[in-house]
Nanobody
Framework: QVQLVESGGGLVQAGGSLRLSCTAS????????MRWYRQVPGKQRELVAT???????NYADSVKGRFTISGDSAKNTVYLQMNSLKPEDTGVYYC?????????WGQGTQVTVSS
């Protein structure tokens, strides 16, 4: 069973940076896509960034130019570098791996941006 372990969340002031990491517990030969979502209470989970196997990276309009998603296939890890953070970036961030036709989720990491 694949488990995803996240790290890197925390409290930061507006304008600051954080880097989230998400690593799979087992070696995976092919990860079709790696994604980051975020969720705030009372709202639906929002797709923030996607990186696909050999494809382009995609970002939500709200984070373009500030966030960068990257992957290390050898380490089965995906990163989310978040710069110029804003209070509206606050939420629980979840990583997601698409492996074959199955989706796997991390446990979530809290990001809080103070104004």
């Amino acid at each position: 069973q694949v488990q995803l372990v996240e790290s890197g969340g925390g409290l930061v002031q507006a304008g600051g940076s954080l880097r989230l990491s998400c690593t799979a517990s087992v070696t995976i030969l092919t990860i079709n896509a790696m994604r980051w979502y975020r969720q705030v209470p009372g709202k639906q989970r929002e797709l923030v960034a996607t990186i696909t196997n050999g494809g382009p990276r995609n970002y939500a309009d709200s984070v373009k130019g500030r966030f960068t998603i990257s992957g290390d296939s050898a380490k089965n890890t995906v990163y989310l570098q978040m710069n110029s953070l804003k209070p509206e970036d606050t939420g629980v961030y979840y990583c997601n791996f698409l492996i074959a036709l199955s989706n796997y989720w991390g446990q979530g990491t809290q990001v809080t941006v103070s104004s």
